[in-house]
């Protein structure tokens, strides 16, 4: 190593490195951070717009057995096409029940006036979570 005016400078360009490698893995793990935080969020947007078209879903089909079960009851005895749509709205709350309760009820009910009677609460369940899933921002808790 060269000595100038008897400094050694094989120390002070380790050092150097030293402190370059150590920029250079503080960068890595800022990367990381941002990349794993920007995951975090892209998958919880994704979980929320699922979410929404679920909810959305159970919606369109409590308008599909309204519409089935005002058509049924004008018949006596009353038919029962209206059950095609329950049974359609059973799969749709398939981990919705404690979500939405109200909509869940109405799988419980055998007569299509037994349904209507749940079905503006049923409604305004979902529109009232979708406002809430509509409000919140992301890294919010949901409660």
């Given amino acids: 190593?060269?000595?100038?005016?008897?400094?050694?400078?094989?120390?002070?360009?380790?050092n150097g490195a030293a402190c370059v490698a150590a920029g250079a893995a503080l960068a890595a793990l800022v990367f990381a951070w941002?990349?794993?935080?920007?995951?975090?969020?892209?998958?919880?947007e994704a979980e929320r717009d699922q979410l929404r078209h679920r909810l959305e879903r159970v919606s369109d089909l409590l308008d599909r057995v309204a519409a089935l079960a005002r058509m049924d009851i004008r018949y006596q005895p009353p038919?029962?096409?209206?059950?095609s749509g329950r049974n359609l709205l059973r799969h749709a709350l398939v981990g919705l029940h404690r979500r939405l309760p109200r909509c869940a009820a109405i799988l419980a009910k055998d007569e299509p006036d037994q349904a209507l009677a749940l079905m503006n609460d049923a409604l305004a369940e979902v529109e009232a979570e979708l406002a809430r899933l509509e409000a919140k921002r992301?890294?919010?808790?949901t409660t």
Avoid at 79 to 83: A, F, N, Q, R, Y
Avoid at 138 to 141: A, T
């Fill in 1 to 14: 190593m060269a000595h100038h005016a008897g400094i050694s400078w094989g120390p002070v360009i380790a």
């Fill in 34 to 44: 941002l990349t794993v935080r920007e995951a975090r969020a892209a998958r919880t």
């Fill in 79 to 83: 038919h029962d096409s209206w059950l």
């Fill in 138 to 141: 992301p890294g919010e808790s």
